[in-house]
Every structure is written in structure tokens, then in C-alpha cells.
């Protein structure tokens, strides 16, 4: 198996500081989407280091600590709330998160390496998009860390506030148990109106 490498950051020669960025969130019905941008100062191994959804809650919750405590790691992360989700949509939120975590960032990067196909920036005009970026880029693959690791300690959090949806164990993607708590309970103020638009149709439509 091949596990993320730098071969993606030592291509990029002309650039002195170069940011990998993913996020976590686009396709819960509940919470923020979040986006985290990371910047190696010096390039080491970090053992099992990979895309954040092949790795358990426990290695995740390491690799965080890790990441966010090392002098040798730059990270900033952009968090775009449900609000603003059902305002702008979620491809133009996940965007705006994006740009938020490399404005977070301690130094302004001079390139971005971002997971997935598609981005869009008035800002950071120079960029790679990577299918499985998280894969293949440690810069991308760390960054997924923070952001999934970020995402979840959210959601956890919101399960206080709203113990009867589950939030700590489906962090807001639709289950059946997701489901089930919001026909018996409706929603509540962190659900995404527009993604349930479809599925309150759809209820109205058996009665």
C-alpha cells in the first residue's frame, strides 16, 4: 500500500510555502463544514499517517495531537457554519472554508494543494487539485486529520446541547438512527435546512 509522500510538495521547486487542504462535513444533514490547511516547515515521516476515513477514532485522535503540537506543522482551519451552508450552498461553503483555513494559517502560502476536483478562490489563485489527495500528499493527508478530528470534537460537543439526535456517534450524517431522531423530535437549530428539503418532501408525500 502506498501511503502519502511529499512528491507532490518537492515538485513544486518555485514556492516556498505550500499548504495541503481538505475538509470534513460536506455531506452530513447537521453541523459545520469544516476545512483545514496544513504546512510542513520540515518534511519527517509520521507513522500512520493516511486518509483520515481508513484510520480508527483512536489513531485519529494521536495523529491530531501529533500534528497540532509539532514546531515542524503550520495549521489554520476555516469552519463555515449550517447558516451559511443553506445561504450560499454547500459547494460555495466548503470553498469559503477552504480559504479561511489558509488565511488561518500562520504565513500566507504561495500554493495550495487541495483534495478533490474542484475550487474556487478570488485569493489563492495558484493551486493543484488532487483526486484522493489524502492519499497521496502528506501535506493534504494531515490536513484531513485536523479537519475530520476538529469536525467531530464539534459535533460531540453539539450532542450535549441535543443528546436525542446521536450526534457523538453519526456526527450528523444521515443513519437511520439520524432519521428516526428527527421524525420522532423534528429538527433542531444545527440541522441543514436544504438538505432535508428533499426528505420533508418526501414524508409529506406518504400522509
Given at each position: 500500500m502506498v501511503?502519502?509522500?511529499?512528491?507532490?510538495?518537492?515538485?513544486?521547486?518555485?514556492?516556498s510555502c505550500i499548504a495541503g487542504i481538505d475538509e470534513a462535513g460536506r455531506g452530513p444533514?447537521?453541523?459545520?463544514?469544516?476545512?483545514?490547511?496544513?504546512?510542513?516547515?520540515?518534511?519527517f515521516e509520521i507513522p500512520l499517517l493516511n486518509?483520515?476515513?481508513?484510520l480508527s477514532d483512536k489513531v485519529k485522535d494521536e495523529l491530531f495531537y501529533i500534528m497540532t503540537n509539532s514546531d515542524d506543522i503550520s495549521y489554520g482551519v476555516g469552519i463555515v457554519d449550517h447558516k451559511k451552508i443553506d445561504e450560499i450552498n454547500i459547494l460555495n461553503a466548503t470553498y469559503m472554508a477552504m480559504?479561511?483555513?489558509?488565511?488561518?494559517?500562520?504565513?500566507?502560502?504561495?500554493?495550495?494543494?487541495?483534495d478533490g476536483n474542484r475550487f474556487k478562490s478570488l485569493k489563492y489563485t495558484n493551486y493543484q487539485t488532487i483526486i484522493k489527495g489524502d492519499q497521496k500528499?502528506?501535506?493534504?493527508?494531515?490536513?484531513?486529520?485536523?479537519?475530520?478530528?476538529?469536525?467531530?470534537?464539534?459535533?460531540?460537543?453539539?450532542?450535549?446541547?441535543?443528546?436525542?439526535?446521536?450526534?457523538?456517534?453519526?456526527?450528523?450524517?444521515?443513519?437511520?438512527?439520524?432519521?428516526?431522531?428527527?421524525?420522532?423530535?423534528?429538527?433542531?437549530?444545527?440541522?441543514?435546512?436544504?438538505?432535508?428539503?428533499?426528505?420533508?418532501?418526501?414524508?409529506?408525500?406518504?400522509?
Open positions: 501511503l502519502p509522500n511529499f512528491e507532490y510538495e518537492n515538485a513544486l521547486t518555485e514556492y444533514l447537521a453541523g459545520p463544514v469544516v476545512a483545514a490547511a496544513v504546512v510542513f516547515h520540515s518534511q486518509d483520515s476515513k481508513k480559504e479561511l483555513a489558509a488565511d488561518n494559517l500562520k504565513n500566507m502560502p504561495d500554493f495550495l494543494l487541495i500528499s502528506m501535506s493534504i493527508a494531515a490536513a484531513s486529520i485536523i479537519a475530520k478530528v476538529t469536525r467531530d470534537r464539534m459535533m460531540i460537543g453539539y450532542h450535549t446541547k441535543f443528546p436525542q439526535y446521536g450526534f457523538d456517534t453519526h456526527k450528523g450524517y444521515g443513519s437511520k438512527k439520524h432519521f428516526a431522531a428527527i421524525d420522532q423530535h423534528g429538527k433542531c437549530p444545527i440541522h441543514r435546512n436544504s438538505f432535508l428539503v428533499k426528505y420533508e418532501n418526501k414524508q409529506r408525500e406518504m400522509f
